[in-house]
């Protein structure tokens, strides 16, 4: 009993309908502290309909939300100040949710002889929120090192998802993904260059979703790949001219360059050696060495004539 008034079924009023399509089929998705509206499809009229309940049933039987007629309106308990009732259509604001507000919804309007029925399910959920992410930052060597990513977050029922620049990243032979209700690991392990780049970790749920601030990570590699141009590009040279040579190498960091003149170490670091106005006594194998300070590998180029 709710102030002398009994939850009715309605059941002996005439005209009776299921109302087909009065309530969206559902479920409606709505946060802890949000609003929802229970919208009918119902077209307004130009007199308040003779009669609208709403009920809810969030599992441990029917409750009043409100019932409303021509002489006044009877609101449940928990309900006063979180509903408005717009009469016209039979639609419910409902504010200030809360879990236990999640459950089926049910609205039964009279007009004149007619009275329809509508269902629906409400679905509450706590907000995804304080997403965190760690490391902020990774400086890795291919081959060599692993690294481990983690992600937690506030709210319920959360999905976690990985993304690495604009791409999912998926669970492989090197990639293990490890996730449960509050956290999710991103494990790497013998990252190579391919790996580098930002990831971010997506947290979602029906009601709401976040995506965290971009972890960066830096894979150090190389050298490899090195190679030896020459300018002018000819097969001979002669006495007097100049000559440029240009080594590189696949690196990061940039590699160090050593040159070297059939086997002897040159005095010249450096990318590129110049050899202005040459003489006889420079003719050759050149050949260069790249070294990586992180990685701390080298690699030597071939000899060029």
């Given at each position: 009993?709710?102030?002398?008034?009994?939850?009715?079924?309605?059941?002996?009023?005439?005209?009776?309908?299921?109302?087909?399509?009065?309530?969206?089929?559902?479920?409606?998705?709505?946060?802890?502290?949000?609003?929802?509206?229970?919208?009918?499809?119902?077209?307004?009229?130009?007199?308040?309909?003779?009669?609208?309940?709403?009920?809810?049933?969030?599992?441990?039987?029917?409750?009043?939300?409100?019932?409303?007629?021509?002489?006044?309106?009877?609101?449940?308990?928990?309900?006063?100040?979180?509903?408005?009732?717009?009469?016209?259509?039979?639609?419910?604001?409902?504010?200030?949710?809360?879990?236990?507000?999640?459950?089926?919804?049910?609205?039964?309007?009279?007009?004149?002889?007619?009275?329809?029925v509508g269902r629906t399910i409400l679905d509450i959920y706590d907000p995804v929120s304080n997403v965190r992410v760690s490391p902020l930052s990774a400086d890795l060597i291919e081959f060599n090192s692993s690294v481990r990513l983690?992600?937690?977050?506030?709210?319920?029922?959360?999905?976690?998802?990985?993304?690495?620049?604009?791409?999912?990243?998926?669970?492989?032979?090197?990639?293990?993904?490890?996730?449960?209700?509050?956290?999710?690991?991103?494990?790497?392990?013998?990252?190579?260059?391919?790996?580098?780049?930002?990831?971010?970790?997506?947290?979602?749920?029906?009601?709401?979703?976040?995506?965290?601030?971009?972890?960066?990570?830096?894979?150090?590699?190389?050298?490899?790949?090195?190679?030896?141009?020459?300018?002018?590009?000819?097969?001979?040279?002669?006495?007097?001219?100049?000559?440029?040579?240009?080594?590189?190498?696949?690196?990061?960091?940039?590699?160090?360059?050593?040159?070297?003149?059939?086997?002897?170490?040159?005095?010249?670091?450096?990318p590129l050696l110049r050899l202005v106005n040459i003489q006889m006594s420079q003719s050759g194998n050149y050949s260069c060495q790249a070294f990586n300070s992180k990685t701390l590998r080298y690699q030597t180029s071939q000899p060029?004539?």
């Amino acid at each position: 009993m709710i102030e002398g008034y009994k939850i009715s079924s309605f059941s002996s009023l005439k005209g009776l309908s299921n109302g087909a399509g009065v309530l969206p089929d559902g479920p409606l998705i709505a946060s802890v502290g949000g609003t929802v509206t229970f919208t009918t499809n119902l077209n307004p009229t130009e007199t308040p309909f003779s009669l609208v309940q709403w009920q809810a049933d969030p599992g441990s039987g029917l409750e009043l939300i409100v019932f409303s007629q021509t002489t006044g309106d009877t609101t449940g308990p928990g309900y006063e100040g979180r509903i408005t009732l717009f009469r016209s259509t039979g639609s419910l604001e409902l504010r200030n949710l809360k879990f236990s507000d999640s459950g089926e919804y049910i609205v039964s309007v009279q007009d004149g002889l007619v009275q329809k029925v509508g269902r629906t399910i409400l679905d509450i959920y706590d907000p995804v929120s304080n997403v965190r992410v760690s490391p902020l930052s990774a400086d890795l060597i291919e081959f060599n090192s692993s690294v481990r990513l983690s992600c937690s977050s506030s709210g319920s029922s959360l999905s976690f998802l990985w993304m690495k620049d604009s791409s999912e990243v998926t669970a492989s032979d090197r990639v293990q993904i490890n996730t449960n209700e509050e956290n999710s690991t991103l494990t790497i392990v013998n990252v190579t260059r391919n790996d580098e780049g930002s990831y971010r970790c997506c947290v979602s749920n029906p009601a709401s979703s976040i995506i965290s601030d971009p972890i960066n990570i830096s894979v150090r590699y190389g050298p490899d790949n090195i190679q030896i141009e020459v300018y002018p590009s000819k097969e001979h040279h002669e006495k007097g001219s100049d000559i440029n040579l240009i080594c590189s190498a696949d690196s990061s960091p940039s590699a160090e360059y050593l040159w070297f003149l059939n086997g002897d170490q040159l005095i010249n670091n450096g990318p590129l050696l110049r050899l202005v106005n040459i003489q006889m006594s420079q003719s050759g194998n050149y050949s260069c060495q790249a070294f990586n300070s992180k990685t701390l590998r080298y690699q030597t180029s071939q000899p060029s004539p």
